[in-house]
């Protein structure tokens, strides 16, 4: 009998299912459930995390989130003198890890002693560690914040609280992904046509790590970058598209100021809202520092391997500290790891840290595994909203890199959630749905600024609706429904 620290008949938070390998998940999972607890008053609800054939989907409840959500956000957001320490925090961090990624950019990894590899294998790891229990505090304030601010626009219009939440928890700072966008469009308005090939370089050696992922790193090159910077400008200039993205930014500012006078909300729930964009931005920000880390990170990885006689995928499936194990030539049962990449469960609770292999990690899949039967329509969040219904066809994507193919201009995209490199199919689509996700999620906010009407935690789309399948999607009323 598997005792389960999480009811599958509440409801649940999820994260996925998406591609992914376990090391780089690993630290965040390591991190938040033995280091939290020791660094903060309040730890995180326990968390289920299933594998199955290379993708994973983690669970929690999501009351249980919420309420802890909600400390944080009041703790972090709400008061400015630990908002401010706090962020200093992460500016210290960032000074940091720039220092290590300079270091490690300088050595010759061939030429280490096995110590010296070992010990910078320790360094990256303690980065590691550091930067989540900085950074748990947005993600974890997101979802406090979210639910917050709904309650308070609840009392204020009882209809229309959605809809008013979805402007007022729009962050008006850019995403990661836009600034790299928008300093290559600086680079095209400035630099002449002889020296561009030598800026694309600079813009590649900064931004090489922009579409890795939890499954994988792409290190880009310039090449990339001009075939971006063409599409880009295909229809205008690189310096009106440039305004353009600004001109949109300023809008959404307007639109938070504009509906806070019409509601004459209190000044307490200006400050809630303008600390939940915060908490938006903040955990978008963080998310570009996991793929440095990755970037930076894999050079040592795979020096390890190479020493141990591993295959870098094959060192994927470890957990930190096996790594460091195998960074100090310690042994490790290969067959072991690998049993992972199979049907594999984590279980993390308060000092609680669980694995189930094969049979018992089914049984555990199956517990929690949702049903849909004829259901010709969900009903999920908007986060970016049309005035009009949008009609397409659906494309389901679960890997965006490898299906971006079967993805055409104004198909609606649908998956289980999104996260950095969809960027490249969501560009395609003429309305996103996603089974997951809030107004603070990735796909809320890049599909705001793409101005793609996008509606999320629809619980089902990926299991009512198939490639294929011709949609309507009504963010008016928050439905996606098939047409005959």
Request: aromatic share 10%.
């Amino acid at each position: 009998m598997i005792k389960l620290p999480i009811d599958p008949r509440r409801e649940l938070w999820r994260w996925g299912p998406i591609k992914l390998k376990v090391l780089y998940m690993a630290y965040f999972m390591e991190d938040i459930w033995h280091g939290v607890p020791k660094c903060y008053q309040w730890p995180w609800p326990p968390i289920i995390f299933i594998f199955n054939r290379g993708y994973g989907v983690g669970m929690m409840d999501y009351r249980a989130l919420k309420a802890v959500g909600d400390k944080y956000f009041r703790r972090y957001f709400l008061n400015p003198k630990n908002f401010a320490r706090h962020w200093v925090r992460y500016e210290s961090w960032i000074s940091d890890y720039e220092s290590f990624a300079d270091q490690v950019n300088a050595l010759k990894l061939r030429e280490l002693s096995n110590q010296a590899l070992a010990k910078l294998y320790h360094e990256f790891r303690q980065l590691n560690y550091d930067f989540w229990l900085i950074v748990h505090v947005p993600e974890m304030a997101n979802w406090g914040g979210e639910a917050m601010l709904l309650r308070a626009l609840r009392q204020i219009d009882p209809l229309r609280a959605e809809t008013h939440l979805e402007v007022l928890a729009a962050p008006t700072k850019p995403s990661f992904f836009q600034e790299e966008e928008m300093e290559l469009l600086r680079l095209a308005a400035k630099t002449t046509r002889a020296n561009l090939p030598e800026a694309l370089r600079e813009h590649a050696r900064r931004y090489a790590w922009i579409l890795n992922s939890y499954a994988g790193n792409r290190r880009l090159g310039p090449t990339y970058f001009l075939v971006k910077l063409r599409e880009l400008t295909r229809e205008r200039s690189a310096a009106r598209v440039l305004q353009s993205i600004k001109i949109r930014l300023n809008a959404i500012a307007y639109r938070k100021r504009a509906l806070a006078r019409q509601l004459r909300i209190s000044p307490q729930v200006r400050r809630m809202a303008e600390m939940l964009g915060e908490a938006v931005f903040w955990h978008d920000d963080r998310k570009g520092y996991i793929w440095r880390l990755q970037h930076t990170g894999d050079p040592i990885l795979r020096e390890i391997a190479r020493r141990q006689g591993w295959n870098f995928e094959e060192l994927l499936w470890c957990l930190p500290e096996e790594v460091a194990r195998l960074a100090l030539g310690h042994s490790l049962n290969k067959k072991d790891v690998l049993r992972r990449r199979g049907d594999y469960v984590m279980i993390y609770g308060q000092r609680i840290g669980r694995e189930h292999y094969g049979a018992a990690a089914k049984k555990i899949c199956a517990m929690y595994k949702t049903k849909t039967t004829g259901q010709q329509e969900v009903k999920g969040l908007v986060v970016s909203r049309s005035l009009k219904l949008v009609r397409g066809t659906v494309r389901l994507v679960r890997d965006p890199l490898r299906e971006v193919g079967k993805m055409w201009k104004g198909d609606i995209l649908v998956a289980a959630m999104t996260s950095p490199e969809y960027i490249v199919v969501m560009r395609k689509a003429a309305a996103i749905v996603t089974d997951h996700g809030g107004m603070t999620s990735h796909a809320a906010v890049v599909s705001r600024e793409l101005g793609v009407p996008c509606i999320v935690n629809t619980k089902h789309a990926t299991s009512v609706f198939k490639d294929g399948d011709l949609v309507e999607v009504d963010t008016k009323n928050s439905i996606v429904r098939k047409l005959s």
